[in-house]
């Protein structure tokens, strides 16, 4: 897998290489925004771009609504050290797929990428979600497990969407705010703890395993309890 890094802090690029290249990734890293806009162009060679949003030449912003006018559909991170939810916004609305805040841990960085290059591997033709015994059947807008059926609201239904297609994974709070709630709370609140647990409560209380777990410091995560 290769990834392109357009990073202009050299020690902020030295750290995430070194990371990435450590995890089995490819990585060619790029300090100037018109360069890196030229070698993102090149999209048939990168798997993922990793794009900070301010750069020297041209920022980050201008580099993603560049690519995705000319139907560029790379995958794209956005890295930034603004941290505000109108920020947010408006990297997600020039076409990043994911947007990462500055200081951010490595592991968390990781996790983002991993989850949009299985968004980008995954067939658009895909109906069904299955961990364990647990069966989403994303046409029929139903849950199952062992056989019988759940009752969930629509946040519940789209929670458990975005753990069951990363499975396996852990899940921030943030990254739920980002792709469950689209920032409509206020992120300081415990609605994600309680949607986790009605959710629990639905998908776990009657069955010997459990799917669903707490990652203490870290978020959450679904996954099978035979995979190791």
């Not at 290059?117 to 109906?127: F, N, P």
Request: proline share 3%; hydrophobic share 40%; net charge negative.
């Amino acid at each position: 897998m290769r990834i392109l890094l357009i990073e202009d802090d050299i020690s902020v690029a030295d750290y995430i290489g070194k990371g990435l290249r450590q995890s089995g990734y490819s990585v060619e890293h790029c300090a100037d925004g018109e360069q890196g806009l030229a070698l993102a162009q090149k999209s048939e060679e990168y798997d993922v771009l990793v794009v900070d949003r301010m750069l020297p030449n041209m920022d980050g912003l201008t580099i993603i609504q560049t690519l995705r006018a000319a139907d560029n559909k790379s995958p794209v991170l956005i890295l930034s050290a603004l941290g505000e939810v109108d920020d947010r916004v408006k990297g997600l609305k020039a076409g990043g797929d994911d947007y990462l805040v500055k200081p951010f841990a490595f592991v968390e960085l990781l996790a983002r990428i991993e989850a949009l290059l299985r968004r980008q591997k995954s067939s658009t033709s895909e109906t069904k979600l299955k961990v364990a015994d647990l069966e989403m059947d994303l046409l029929a807008h139903k849950v199952t497990r062992g056989g019988g059926g759940f009752n969930l609201q629509p946040r519940e239904y789209k929670l458990l969407e975005y753990l069951m297609k990363h499975a396996g994974q852990v899940v921030t709070r943030t990254m739920l705010l980002e792709n469950v709630w689209e920032y409509h709370f206020d992120p300081q609140t415990n609605v994600i703890d309680v949607h986790i647990s009605r959710l629990r409560q639905k998908i776990d209380k009657d069955f010997d395993q459990q799917l669903l777990s707490t990652v203490r410091g870290a978020g959450y995560m679904l996954r099978d309890p035979e995979i190791q």
